[in-house]
């Protein structure tokens, strides 16, 4: 016999014997430990969200009963019918009465701002300013026709209704805060096609301080070196970018970076080193498609850089000093094209702007068919959730219409 179930049958005869108000102290040896783990589990399992209280079966109803539940579904049916005409004369007078099925929407990301928070930001106006009453018409919708005349409305269809009233929309590539420029949203189809435009061009034009350079390669990091750049000339600088700077070209990505390095991004890693030491990333290779310079005026030189994903600009342009005797760093990044989104036909996406969005924006939305025809050399239809005959007659190409002006601008935001 072990220690504990002698102790267990002491304390249980002495608890027989004082009084009840003891109890608090001797519930430890009331029951057995297999018996206690078993009352732990049943009390957790009850505690849970999708615990249900076993109902006992009723009763069937009688006819009056029965008759009188009919009537409150058709009640709700009639309140369900006249919420979905109200919504739907709502939303046609505001100027947006559907919500659009596979869109993209161009941003403009701000600088020093999170690309998730831009999206996140977007999508929440998005709902609230502009397509609030087409959701809300989608919904109600939705519940009219999966209803029952018998049963109302399932617990399945009216999940998928409740779904239907907010906004489906992600972002399509990430951007860094130090970063502005063009930052796609998908809409609804959309966000199904999303992976299909990872692999897309794109351009950048970024601005370098030549003479010193920083720990984050970026102009908010702390100088690490300075060095001379009075002979750096601008025919020195296109001829090393032909002869190592274009095609496919080997690069180690900055300590800063959110490469994915045991499904943590880097950056996590050398936080949380200490005493100086540091996860160095090895170099791997990445395709630039081209390299110009753009403006000379030492020591500031502007450069348009067209690449494939996963080339780091900043690190490009220090390497690019490195070879020619001099360091640099970035004072200005903006991605102006990805893939076939350009910056022209971006809107704003400041927060400060974003409240005064007016359902005139939904025009500058571009079909997801149209995207895919321009990337493929065919009609795109393969790859849209809609069918041809349904695609928005907005313009007959959104990517072939001029860029916005500063009047079409002040249309879509209320002044």
């Known amino acids: 016999m072990t220690s504990w179930s002698i102790l267990t049958r002491v304390m249980r005869s002495v608890h027989a014997s004082v009084p009840a108000w003891s109890s608090c102290f001797f519930a430890p040896f009331s029951a057995t430990p297999r018996q206690d783990r078993i009352g732990q589990k049943r009390n957790a399992a009850r505690r849970s969200r999708y615990y249900r209280k076993p109902v006992k079966p009723s009763r069937p109803l009688t006819p009056r009963e029965e008759l009188a539940r009919l009537q409150n579904l058709g009640k709700k049916m009639k309140r369900y019918e006249a919420m979905r005409d109200e919504m739907a004369a709502e939303a046609e007078k505001k100027g947006a009465p559907t919500v659009p099925e596979c869109h993209f929407l161009v941003l403009d990301k701000p600088h020093t701002e999170l690309g998730a928070t831009v999206a996140r930001n977007a999508r929440r106006f998005l709902c609230s300013n502009v397509l609030d009453a087409a959701l809300e018409s989608r919904y109600y919708r939705s519940m009219v026709e999966g209803w029952s005349s018998q049963s109302g409305l399932s617990t399945k269809k009216r999940s998928r209704a409740r779904s239907l009233r907010s906004l489906e929309a992600r972002m399509i590539d990430r951007l860094e805060p130090f970063a502005t420029g063009v930052l796609v949203l998908a809409i609804e189809g959309a966000t199904g096609i999303a992976n299909k435009f990872l692999d897309a061009t794109h351009e950048y034009e970024a601005t370098a301080m030549f003479g010193t350079a920083t720990d984050t390669q970026y102009s908010y990091g702390a100088v690490v070196q300075e060095r001379e750049f009075a002979h750096v000339t601008e025919e020195a600088l296109k001829k090393m970018i032909k002869r190592k700077f274009l095609g496919r070209v080997v690069q180690t990505p900055p300590l800063n970076s959110h490469v994915m390095v045991l499904d943590r991004p880097l950056v996590h890693y050398n936080q949380e080193m200490t005493r100086g030491r540091k996860l160095l990333p090895g170099p791997r290779p990445v395709q630039v498609l081209a390299f110009d310079v753009l403006e000379f005026d030492l020591p500031r030189v502007r450069f348009r850089i067209e690449c494939k994903k996963n080339t780091f600009v900043r690190t490009l342009v220090h390497d690019l000093a490195q070879a020619v005797g001099s360091c640099a760093h970035l004072t200005a990044l903006r991605r102006t094209r990805f893939g076939e989104f350009k910056i022209?036909?971006?809107?704003?996406?400041?927060?400060r702007r974003m409240p005064l969005w007016t359902?005139?924006?939904?025009?500058?939305?571009?079909?997801?068919?149209?995207?895919?025809?321009?990337?493929?050399?065919?009609?795109?239809?393969?790859?849209?959730?809609?069918?041809?005959?349904?695609?928005?007659?907005?313009?007959?190409?959104?990517?072939?219409?001029?860029?916005?002006?500063?009047?079409?601008?002040?249309?879509?935001?209320?002044?």
Request: overall charge negative; proline content about 9%; charged content about 30%.
């Open 344 to 351: 022209e036909y971006a809107v704003t996406g400041e927060l």
């Open 359 to 415: 359902p005139k924006i939904v025009e500058y939305m571009i079909h997801a068919d149209q995207v895919m025809s321009r990337c493929l050399g065919n009609d795109g239809n393969t790859f849209s959730s809609t069918p041809p005959d349904k695609v928005a007659p907005e313009k007959a190409d959104p990517l072939d219409r001029e860029p916005i002006t500063v009047e079409e601008t002040k249309e879509m935001t209320q002044e």
